[in-house]
Structures are given as structure tokens and as C-alpha cells.
């Protein structure tokens, strides 16, 4: 069973800190990472997809990937109250031919002014 | 920008009923894919499809089906609602032909409640 875990939280921090998501994954074949922002009732958005080792930054967000540990975070840096959110990791998984997604069950990040 | 929709943002059927959800996107995407969510569960992949009449379960198939008549539209059917299908389902659809690990733009989800 291929699995994405991530830590439910909350986590909360104060405005202005900088808030960290991680997210493990059991596949070493894996190959693309996503981060989704969920709001309360609404749908899943793109954030940030990784695909090579390393930092790749856009805006205050920044995702680090490390494939050796299975390992993928997200880090928001100067964190507003308009991040408060759930945030979704999604890893692809190779399997009977087909690319799929897996989605971890998310994290929930509240962002206290 | 691209655009999925779906029927309902809610729906409350009753234990037995047959249901139909749409999902319609409009920027010619591929593939096409239903999930449902449920709380510490994430999303679930149901079924999935790279071409029109083509289909594939994803994770948890089991109580559904799917139809992909038209290349911008998949429909996902509950042939006799249960209880334990009670969720949030949301469609998404992504560009590239084929296997991809191509960007998943999602839905605005519908909330289903089988009584």
C-alpha cells in the first residue's frame, strides 16, 4: 500500500513566523510532488509541485524535497491569517501502468494574529 | 484559466437511490479523475480516465461506476447509495495525454449525504 503521511495538526503560529509542513512517502520511485492549499468547504489548489532534490521557492512559499529520505516540506514564510488552512501533499505513485496521485490527509495550519 | 465544474455543490439522497454526479471541464483536458474525501482519510482515488470510453478503477472503485461519453465530461454513478457513501467528491482533470504526473486541477466538490 503506498502511503503519504503528514502530521493533522493544528499547527498554529503567529502571524508574521514562519510555518513548516512535512510530509513522508513510502515510494523511492516516486518522481512528482504537489502541495495543495484546502480552504474549509472548498477545493483542493496548487501551491507548489517538486520534482528534483533541493529548494524551490515562489513567493513565501518554498518546497524542499529530499527523494534519499522520502521527505518533502513546505515552508511559509511571513504566515497570514489568510493561510489558515488545510495543506494537502500529494506524491505520484507508478502502479498497474499508470501514473496516480496520493494525497496525504493533510495538515491543518492556523495562523493566530 | 481552467475551468472544472461539477452538478451539485450539494446533493441528499436516500439509501438505495441511484445517483449521478457530472463533472464537465473546458479546456480539453485528458484525463480525467474522481477522488472523494473524508475527514483523516484525504482524498481517495475512485476511477480515473485517460481517453473517452476509456476507464480505470483507481483505489476504492467498489459501489461506483463511471461513464466518459464526451472528452469533457465524466460521470461518476452510485447505483445504490449507502450510508457509508456519504462524502465530499471532488473531480479534477489534467492537460497531458496519458500516464502523466501533469498539475490536477480540481472541482468545486459535491457534497453528497445518503440518509
Known amino acids: 500500500q503506498k502511503e503519504v503521511e503528514q502530521n493533522s495538526g493544528p499547527l498554529s503560529v503567529p502571524e508574521g513566523a514562519i510555518a513548516s509542513l512535512n510530509c513522508t512517502y513510502s515510494?523511492?520511485?516516486?518522481?512528482?510532488f504537489f502541495w495543495y492549499r484546502q480552504y474549509s468547504g472548498k477545493s483542493p489548489e496548487l501551491i507548489m509541485s517538486i520534482y528534483s532534490n533541493g529548494d524551490k521557492e515562489d513567493g513565501r512559499f518554498t518546497a524542499q524535497l529530499n527523494k534519499a529520505s522520502q521527505y518533502v516540506s513546505l515552508l511559509i514564510r511571513d504566515s497570514q491569517p489568510s493561510d489558515s488552512a488545510t495543506y494537502l501533499c500529494?506524491?505520484?505513485?507508478?502502479?498497474?501502468?499508470?501514473?496516480?496521485?496520493?494525497f496525504g490527509a493533510g495538515t491543518r495550519l492556523a495562523v493566530h494574529p | 484559466d481552467v475551468k472544472v465544474t461539477q452538478s451539485s455543490r450539494y446533493l441528499v439522497k436516500r439509501t438505495g437511490e441511484k445517483v449521478f454526479l457530472e463533472c464537465v471541464q473546458d479546456m480539453d483536458h485528458e484525463n480525467m479523475f474522481w477522488y472523494r474525501q473524508d475527514p483523516g482519510l484525504g482524498l481517495r482515488l475512485i476511477y480515473f480516465?485517460?481517453?473517452?470510453?476509456?476507464?480505470e478503477k483507481g483505489d476504492i472503485p467498489e459501489g461506483y461506476s463511471v461513464s466518459r461519453e464526451k472528452k469533457e465530461r465524466f460521470s461518476l454513478i452510485l447505483e445504490s447509495a449507502s450510508t457509508n457513501q456519504t462524502s465530499m467528491y471532488l473531480c479534477?482533470?489534467?492537460?497531458?495525454?496519458?500516464?502523466?504526473?501533469?498539475?490536477?486541477?480540481f472541482g468545486p466538490g459535491t457534497r453528497l449525504t445518503v440518509l
Open positions: 500529494a506524491v505520484n505513485f507508478f502502479s498497474g501502468g499508470y501514473n496516480k496521485l496520493i
Open positions: 479534477a482533470s489534467t492537460r497531458v495525454a496519458g500516464p502523466s504526473t501533469d498539475t490536477q486541477y
Open positions: 480516465s485517460y481517453d473517452v470510453k476509456m476507464k
Open positions: 515510494d523511492r520511485g516516486s518522481q512528482s
